[in-house]
C-alpha cells in the first residue's frame, strides 16, 4: 500500500516538474532578450535608475557582449527606435541607484547594470518593471566586468545620432 503511495507522490512531482520546465520553455521562447542572444543581435531597452532625471538607452550587444549605456537627454523617441528587426525591452527597465558617487549619468547607470554583491542583485531584481527580459538581461549582465559596460553620449548633432546608435 505504501508502495503506490509513494508511486502516485513521484507521479505528481514528474508532472509539476514537466510543467515547470514547459512553462519556462514558452516563456524564453517568447522572450525578445533571448532571441537577441540566439540571433546574436542587439538588444535595446530604455533604462531608468532612481535619482536620474535624463533618460538613458542600454544597448546589448549579445555576439560580443558589450552593453553601452547611453544618455539620450535630447533625443526624440523617434531617434531612440530601435532599427527595424532589432529587438527591443517592451518596457523600461528600472533600477536602484548604485552605492557610490557618479558625477556622469551614463557612469551611474553603468554602475547600476553591474551590482557586485548579492544585496544589490536583489534590490535591483526586486524593483525590476521590465518583466522576464528585464530580470534575464540583469543576470545575463553579471557575467559582465565593468569594462564591458561603457558609458556613452549621444551626439549633440542630430545627423551623427543615428551614425552614433548604428555603430553602438
Known sequence: MELAAV??????LGAALLAGVAA???????????????SGREWTCPVSVSGL????LAVYQTGRPVVWVIDAQG????????????????????????????????????AALTPKTLGAWERALRR??????????????????????RPAYLPQDPSDRAAFLAAA
Open 7 to 12: 508511486t502516485r507522490v513521484e507521479r505528481v
Open 24 to 38: 519556462v520553455a514558452w516563456l524564453e521562447a517568447r522572450s525578445p532578450l533571448a532571441a537577441a542572444v540566439r
Open 53 to 56: 532625471p535624463q533618460p538613458l
Open 75 to 110: 533625443a526624440s523617441g523617434a531617434e531612440l527606435a530601435p532599427p527595424d528587426g532589432a529587438f527591443q525591452c517592451p518596457s523600461p527597465l528600472a533600477l536602484p541607484a548604485a552605492r557610490g558617487r557618479f558625477d556622469e549619468p551614463p557612469v551611474a547607470a553603468a
Open 128 to 149: 525590476q518593471t521590465a518583466g522576464l527580459d528585464g530580470a534575464l538581461f540583469l543576470l545575463d549582465s553579471a557575467r559582465l566586468s565593468r569594462e564591458q559596460v
